[in-house]
């Protein structure tokens, strides 16, 4: 199963892919969009291009977004909820099924504890992908959620397999 991560922002978009076969997960590729243009509608139609471009060319079959967190900023809160609209939409416009994990489930999952900082997100990620090459903390972060969702997905589906199995 290939996984896009990806952690929405209006200026840098983060993504990260990953191939998941069995209990074995390989980093695939990261990297970030950035937003260019004057106003909200062109740097939206940036991260919109770029975004659709990655996926195309990594072919992922399932994508994770990480869900946007309320500021005091409401005026920032609604921007980044628009950059996480396009978060949502290049996967689903692919075809793709697109979960979505709070910024502390991420953090729980990967290093164990809910409100761990970004340096520590980055070491985990660095120690489960081991030699990947992270280009900034908006990747490394998107590689988070996509972990998340690997390890998500294979606990859900033991249980689906061990529920048909009981039921059988």
């Not at 990260?16 to 590729?29: C, L, N, P, T, W």
């Not at 770029?50 to 072919?59: C, G, M, N």
Request: hydrophobic fraction near 45%; charged fraction near 20%; charge should be positive.
């Amino acid at each position: 199963m290939r996984v896009i991560g990806i952690d929405p922002g209006l200026r840098t978009l983060g993504w990260g892919v990953i191939e998941v076969s069995g209990s074995r997960i390989a980093h695939v590729g990261n990297g970030h969009c950035k937003s260019a243009g004057n106003d909200l509608a062109a740097r939206l139609l940036t991260l919109f291009e770029q975004l659709t471009d990655v996926v195309a060319r990594f072919t992922p079959e399932t994508a994770a977004v990480e869900q946007t967190f309320v500021n005091k900023d409401g005026a920032g809160t609604l921007k980044l909820g628009q950059a996480r609209g396009i978060a949502m939409l290049v996967p689903a416009q692919a075809g793709l099924s697109v979960a979505e994990y709070a910024p502390n489930t991420v953090k729980k999952t990967v290093v164990g504890v809910g409100h761990a900082d970004k340096r520590q997100v980055d070491h985990m990620v660095r120690l489960q992908l081991p030699g990947c090459e992270i280009a900034g903390p908006d990747a490394a972060d998107a590689l988070a959620i996509a972990l998340c969702h690997a390890h998500h997905a294979r606990s859900s589906g033991r249980l689906a397999a061990a529920l048909a199995k009981g039921a059988a």
